[in-house]
Structure formats: structure tokens, C-alpha cells
């Protein structure tokens, strides 16, 4: 097991298989996760716990967490241990979530194996996050490989569960199954022709919350957005499935009859602004991690249309997760600070463009 995400992942520079790779729908549906909230009888809850009962909690999980045989590349990692590097790796990975890499104080950690793209939250806002991660549209597929996880961690560990309200969780709309189903949509030709209501609305209607690239209490950058469903409580699996199921096509199919659109009607405007994106992308010296991603965002759009042939989608998935900030530190192999990290991370973009094995 690795000692800190650090030395893990230099080991293994690609952004991961769920990035990496194409899934069903995998122009419009970068990457889906699955998300299951548990807690452990006989501790209260996340928001209740004191620093000792906490640590308790953190040991009592660790312990068993580490017994799991999932993968020859898992690994527990306690984030206090690690430098605030570290935890923003496994940030930008999505192994862990913006409240658990922003949690300052207090014993917290993380459970994970890069090839079953699985990670184990610990002491986030419940006692455990299971999650999983995959590429295009495929929930059904990841939800059997998360509840094979959650039954092995069940048999482990004893679960906060009422036979008639399900599981226990700290957020009442939680409660029940504790599933969170979770796409991560490229919508720039809905951006592009302003038409990007409708998928606020379709959403609302089913309530369905509409959220930016990191999931939740983040922006919308870049033309992506997860859209996840907001409530468990009351619903069943099957439901909570078919809502998703019934919203996501219809998104699928106005991005690409828009598409389809702009390219013909606005397909010389739309073509120079890819064009421009690769120029800037394949010839800066010097860029922010924003930035990066708006551009990513065109070229993106280039290689799915066609625009932009001979670039692989696989490279552009790439580089959506290695230009991030702690990322592009991870290739440079020491920490730099704002001005150094914006120039190291146009050099690697631009060098990943302009390989003639690209």
C-alpha cells in the first residue's frame, strides 16, 4: 500500500480508466458515479461526534476497511497524514469530495483501488461514502459492482438500519436507500446556442439538482455539469433509477440534435472557435487551470464532431483531469507556486497537442 497519493499516482500518471476511457454515450456522458451513504450503529451521527468518539469511529472503519481483499492497488489513506498536496490529488481525482478535502481538522480517510474505481469515504457527512466511478452512461452496471463492495463491508460492519425507514443516514433526504446517481454531462452546444434551460428545467421537474465539475457547492465551468438525484427518502432503487432513466436521454438527444445544428448552420463560426482553442491550447506559455478547462471544453466538442479529427477524445479526457493544479505539480514533481504551476501546466498541454503520437 502507497504512502501518500503522491507517490501512488506517479506511479500511474493517466487520469484513470473512468476518465480515460469511452462508455456509453461517452460524448455527452463523460463519467457516471454511483454513490451509497451508510453509518455505523451504536456511533451518532457525523455532526455529533466529538474528536475521541470520531477517532473511534475512524479506527473502528480503518480497521475493517483494510481487511477488504478488492484489488492488488487498494490502499487506506488517513488525510491527516497527508500534505494538503496529497489530499487535493485525491480531490481531482474524485476519490473524495470537496467537504472531506476542505475538512481542516478532525480524523478523516479514504479507502480506494484505481482499477475498480472504487473509493470508501470516512467520516465525511456520514460515517461511510461508498462510491464508483465509470465512464459514459452506466448506472445499472456500476450499482452491481458498488453493492458487491457494500456487502462485503456489511459483513464487516454493522449498519445504522430501520426496517421500515431503511438505511440511517445524517441528511433526512438520505435516508432509505442512501443512493446518489451522478452524470457527468458536456453540454457546450446547449451552452453555445444558449439553450441551456432546458436542462435546468427537465431537471427541476424530476428533482433532479443540476451541479459544476467537482459535484456539489461547485461552479459550472468548462460546459460540464452533474446531474444527480436529490432525494432517497420514500424511493426505491428501481425509482431512483427510472428518474434518471427518463430524464437523461432527453438531454442526451437536445445536445446532439443542437449539435448537429450549429454545425451546419454556424459550422465556419463554430470550427474557428475550436481552431482558435487549439491554437491557444497548442501554443501558450503560460495558462490557469479555469482557463485550461474552458478550451479543453471546445476541443472537446472538436473531437466528438469531428472538427478536430486526428485528437484522440482520450487525450482531451486526459487532460482535463492531469491540468489541474495539484496534477500539474504531480508531473513537475515538486509543489510551484500559482505563476510557476500556470506555466508548467501550458507546457504539458501544449507538448500533449503538438506529440506526433497524438
Not at 43 to 72: C, M, Q, T
Not at 135 to 146: F, K, T, V, Y
Not at 271 to 299: C, H, K, M, P, Y
Amino acid at each position: 500500500m502507497a504512502d501518500a497519493p503522491r507517490d501512488w499516482f506517479s506511479a500511474h500518471a493517466t487520469a484513470g480508466n473512468w476518465m480515460a476511457s469511452e462508455g456509453p454515450d461517452h460524448d455527452v456522458v463523460v463519467t457516471t458515479r454511483i454513490r451509497l451513504a451508510r453509518n455505523v450503529t451504536g456511533f451518532p451521527f457525523r455532526s455529533r461526534l466529538d474528536k475521541a468518539r470520531a477517532l473511534e469511529v475512524e479506527a473502528h472503519l480503518a480497521e475493517r476497511l483494510k481487511s477488504l481483499d478488492l484489488a492488488g492497488d487498494q490502499a487506506y489513506l488517513r488525510l491527516s497524514e497527508l500534505s494538503p498536496l496529497d489530499v487535493e490529488l485525491l480531490f481531482e481525482r474524485h476519490w473524495i469530495s470537496k467537504d472531506l478535502a476542505r475538512e481542516l481538522d478532525g480524523p478523516r480517510g479514504v479507502f480506494f483501488s484505481r482499477s475498480k474505481n472504487v473509493s470508501v469515504m470516512v467520516n465525511e457527512e456520514d460515517h461511510l461514502r461508498l462510491q464508483i466511478l465509470g465512464p459514459g452512461r452506466n448506472p445499472e452496471a456500476l450499482l452491481d459492482q458498488l453493492r458487491e463492495v457494500d456487502r462485503l463491508i456489511g459483513e464487516r460492519v454493522a449498519y445504522s438500519y430501520h426496517p421500515r425507514f431503511g438505511y440511517l443516514t445524517s441528511c433526512p433526504t438520505n435516508v432509505g436507500t442512501g443512493l446518489r446517481i451522478s452524470v457527468m454531462l458536456h453540454l457546450p452546444a446547449l451552452v453555445y446556442s444558449k439553450e441551456i434551460e432546458k436542462v435546468f428545467d427537465a431537471a427541476a421537474k424530476m428533482k433532479l439538482a443540476v451541479r459544476g465539475y467537482h459535484g456539489e457547492g461547485t461552479s459550472y465551468v468548462g460546459d460540464f455539469f452533474q446531474v444527480s438525484n436529490q432525494v432517497t427518502l420514500g424511493k426505491s432503487v428501481d425509482r431512483l433509477l427510472a428518474d434518471v432513466a427518463k430524464v437523461l436521454p432527453k438531454l442526451i438527444d437536445w445536445e446532439h440534435d443542437v449539435r448537429r445544428t450549429i454545425t451546419k448552420e454556424r459550422g465556419k463560426g463554430l470550427e474557428d472557435r475550436v481552431w482558435r482553442a487549439f491554437g491557444v491550447l497548442s501554443n501558450a506559455r503560460r495558462i490557469t487551470s479555469q482557463e485550461a478547462l474552458e478550451l479543453l471544453s471546445l476541443l472537446r466538442l472538436g473531437a466528438c464532431t469531428g472538427l478536430l479529427q486526428n485528437l484522440p477524445l482520450k487525450v482531451v479526457n486526459e487532460l482535463l483531469v492531469l491540468s489541474q493544479p495539484a496534477h500539474v505539480q504531480l508531473l513537475a514533481g515538486k509543489e510551484l507556486d500559482d505563476e510557476s504551476r500556470d506555466i508548467a501546466r501550458a507546457d504539458y498541454i501544449r507538448h500533449r497537442l503538438t506529440a506526433p503520437t497524438n
